[in-house]
């Protein structure tokens, strides 16, 4: 804070400010090193002195020449670093970290845009490539193997890929949403809301307060006295009452709608779903809409239907070469022709019923039997992609009984204007609805869900 009666303190204050602002943009110049993405893909930069830091990915030496594939992350390409042998420090091996300074030329080997003859090669930190470093040269790894090095993962291209692409597909969500005018807003990682009433939540205590945890492990217990148990850690919490682990921001969204019009969060969500697959993760990131004034779920669908459409379309086209890699090396056979006869094609709509329907008129062993009132499986998910001929599918108009409580009842009043929409390959990727702004159904809703008094607002 400034004391504005202090005038003196204040241009004190500022110079001060002004000298940290210089010697940050000396620290930045342009003779610092330069990111690798961009050496190979400027021109300028061609017969140039620069220099560039990275880790070795490959060494390898021919007729004297020591050739160096340096890596910073910063895209799928390694530079080609060229010195004397004689001039090489015996200490540069796979893993290790340099920087090297030299005059950037044409690339001499196929695929090669540009390399650097260095003229000078500084080891910035060592590396035990023949003992426990676990990543050898021109070699591929299992995901399961890369998992049991999680601080090193990133140095293997498959995982450095993915990094990328996530960076890049988080970057055009938000421009998707900032584009319509909508506004980006931080709601609580901590929050006494269970916004999908399905229970599956994880309890804040602090740590002093984890030896009373046992007392919420009897919930299954109908006595009284397990009861007051209970309420009694939950009066003596910290927050004075019952929190939990935020498993979307949704419910603060809705608020926030109701002046702002159009909201976005783009938050961590967890759920205690005890599960080792990947449909079902404790910890995940999770975009959030809302937007007031609209009366129509195809308005909705529209919507997400040109999300999906424009973050992948965007995606291939400024991430070719982290696309490609991934296309060759991780994904299944078909998929490339998948995301483009999705980018390519309509996104099917059918109501809940329809699919039930379908399904059991298709007779295909699953499982489980399909019925009218219960959630659909996996197997059944991807039977409705396949009918629909492989392409995404807004199923629509689920039954009220097996969805949340805020979700816009139908006329019929069996089901609610809500839809999931089922991806090839994968099931459900995201929902949406319809918000119940009947003020006496959505009471009625909440008593039954047994949360008029914790959603009392």
């Known amino acids: 804070m400034l004391n504005m009666a202090a005038p003196s303190k204040l241009v004190s204050h500022v110079n001060k400010l002004i000298s940290v602002s210089n010697l940050s943009c000396k620290t930045y110049s342009s003779t610092s090193a330069y990111r690798i993405n961009k050496i190979l893909s400027e021109a300028s930069l061609r017969g140039k002195h620069i220099s560039v830091k990275g880790w070795v990915k490959a060494i390898r ?109 988080t970057r055009e969500m938000h421009d998707f949403y900032q584009k319509l005018g909508f506004i980006q807003v931080h709601t609580p990682i901590l929050t006494t809301n269970d916004c999908e009433g399905a229970g599956d939540v994880f309890h804040v205590l602090p740590a002093k307060q984890q030896g009373h945890q046992h007392l919420h492990e009897s919930e299954h217990e ?7 148990r209970n309420r009694q850690v939950d009066e003596e919490a910290f927050f004075g009452k019952s929190t939990y682990l935020t498993v979307s921001g949704q419910l603060h969204l809705e608020a926030l709608a109701s002046g702002m019009a159009r909201v976005y969060t783009f938050n961590p969500a967890f759920r205690a779903e005890n599960s080792q697959g990947r449909r079902h993760l404790a910890e995940f990131y999770m975009l959030d809409a809302e937007f007031a004034f609209v009366s129509s779920l195809d308005d909705v669908m529209q919507n997400v239907e040109d999300l999906v459409k424009t973050t992948t379309r965007n995606l291939l086209e400024k991430n070719q070469e982290d696309f490609d890699f991934y296309m060759k090396r991780i994904a299944s056979k078909g998929h490339e022709e998948s995301l483009h006869r999705t980018l390519d094609t309509q996104f099917a709509r059918v109501t809940y019923t329809e699919a039930i329907e379908m399904l059991a008129k298709r007779n295909e062993v699953t499982h489980c039997k399909p019925q009218w009132g219960h959630d659909l499986s996996k197997e059944h998910e991807q039977l409705v992609v396949k009918h629909y001929g492989g392409v995404p599918v807004f199923v629509t108009d689920w039954p009220k009984s097996i969805k949340p409580f805020y979700m816009r009842g139908n006329d019929d009043k069996k089901t609610v204007a809500c839809f999931d929409l089922l991806v090839p390959k994968v099931g459900e990727l995201c929902g949406g609805s319809l918000r119940e702004e009947r003020l006496r159904l959505l009471e009625t809703s909440l008593k039954k869900a047994g949360l008029a008094d914790t959603l009392s607002w």
């Open 61 to 169: 030496e021919m007729k004297g020449t020591t050739f160096i594939d340096l890596d910073d992350g910063s895209g799928s390409e390694k530079l080609q670093i060229v010195l004397n042998t004689e001039r090489a420090n015996k200490d540069v091996s796979c893993g290790c970290c340099l920087e090297a300074s030299g005059l950037l030329e044409l690339g001499q080997g196929q695929g090669r845009p540009v390399e650097l003859k260095a003229e000078e090669v500084n080891i910035i930190g060592i590396c035990d490539s023949q003992g426990s470093y676990p990543f050898k040269p021109r070699k591929r790894y299992s995901t399961d193997y890369t998992r049991q090095f999680l601080h090193l993962r990133q140095r293997t291209n498959s995982f450095s890929a993915l990094l990328r692409l996530r960076n890049a597909a």
């Open 222 to 228: 109908q006595s009284k006295e397990a009861e007051e």
